[in-house]
């Protein structure tokens, strides 16, 4: 009995140490699991590409004529991306010193993601464009050149390039003062596989429209009321407005600066010489006072005079300057009619039957 009783309790332990091993397998198994499973759930990934802004110098200014005085630019971002380093808009400033002034922009497209990625599209001034599509603002062209590459490894970049240019190429012989413009740039990514990434949602624009239009306009800056709306998201494009002057087929018209769809001031603009000329109207709120406004705007109408020979006041034609007014009259086929008062009031016409107006509250109109 004794022998029995020592192989039973062998057997027990037996049985006892393989529910142990058991036991233990079923836990190493689920344990092995959980930490598989939690490691899965703690990989992410990044997204972020972008313009480099830490090389927002880099463009290339040329002189236009041998000696003169080169033109200016300048880049700035913004947008929402992963850093300030990298962001999705550019905006791209030139300022021309005499035709024939050119500036190369060099953008840095960068893809700090943790995945490859692609360019999707370019967005200029919110529209989509191809490569060597031309933007004319004013007497300005912008060239847009597409990145040289459209696929970007986990710290790859590929560069673009943007070129302003004044149009004229000859040298003017009256009087001209420069020109500034402004050009925004957008990129659209994706993921390298076409999912993901990240849509730029088009924006608020910031430039300069154009209008010959019997409907009213004020600036916002100005003594404008309700009945003189100021945003231009009322109006429609092509329609109410352009943002290429020459779509408009005539020599003078309203040119409004705007910023983030806001209309922030008024001119009235003509075209001589191949150079656009504007007055702006209303009073200089910076200083409360019109006598800035009223000066600058008369030293173009005296520039203006000089260049087309313009005889002083007699018979109802020619030009005079008092400190009530400054005009020049004078026939279509030699001149316009150009009048500037000291409360902003300015007016364009062509014999008085139709013209273009900024009124001393900031609003503005074409009367046809």
């Known amino acids: 009995m004794k022998i029995n009783s020592q192989r039973e309790q062998r057997t027990y332990i ?16 689920a344990f092995s699991s959980l930490l598989t499973i ?30 003169g005085t080169a033109p200016t630019g300048s880049i700035s971002f913004s947008g929402t991306t992963c850093s300030s380093n990298y962001q999705p808009d550019a905006t791209l400033s030139a300022t021309f010193k005499q035709p024939g002034d050119e500036i190369e922009y060099t953008l840095t497209i960068k893809n700090k993601s943790t995945v490859p990625a692609s360019i999707k599209s370019i967005l200029v001034e919110n529209d989509s464009v191809t490569s060597d599509t031309t933007i004319p603002k004013g007497n300005v062209e912008f060239i847009i050149k597409m990145p040289e590459s459209t696929n970007l490894a986990v710290e790859g970049e590929t560069t673009m390039k943007v070129i302003a240019r004044f149009q004229n190429t000859t040298n003017v012989t009256g009087p001209y003062t420069g020109e500034s413009q402004t050009l925004n740039v957008k990129i659209n990514t994706e993921q390298s596989d076409g999912t993901g990434g990240m849509e730029v949602t088009p924006g608020k624009f910031t430039g300069s429209i154009y209008r010959w239009s019997d409907d009213s306009l004020a600036n916002k800056n100005s003594s404008a009321t309700s009945s003189y709306p100021y945003v231009i998201t009322n109006l429609t494009e092509g329609i109410d407005y352009v943002k290429n002057a020459s779509l408009l087929n005539n020599n003078y018209y309203l040119k409004h600066d705007v910023v983030d769809d806001v209309i922030t001031e008024s001119y009235v603009c003509f075209v001589y010489n191949n150079a656009e000329h504007c007055m702006k109207g209303g009073i200089d709120e910076s200083t409360l006072s019109e006598k800035p406004i009223f000066d600058a705007n008369t030293q173009i109408i005296k520039d203006y005079q000089t260049f087309y020979n313009i ?18 009259y004078g026939g279509a086929s030699e001149y316009y009619s150009v009048v500037a008062s000291p409360d902003g009031y300015l007016t364009v016409d062509v014999e008085f039957e139709v013209g273009c107006y900024v009124k001393s509250d900031g609003s503005s109109y074409c009367y046809k």
């Open 14 to 29: 037996i049985i006892g140490l393989c529910a142990i091993l058991v036991v233990m397998g079923a836990g190493y198994a």
């Open 38 to 67: 939690n490691g899965t759930a703690n990989i992410s990934n990044s997204w972020c590409v972008g313009f480099d802004n830490t090389k927002e110098n880099a463009y290339t200014p040329k002189a236009g004529i041998t000696g």
């Open 311 to 328: 005889p002083s006041w007699h018979n109802n034609s020619g030009c005079d300057y008092s400190d009530l007014q400054s005009r020049c």
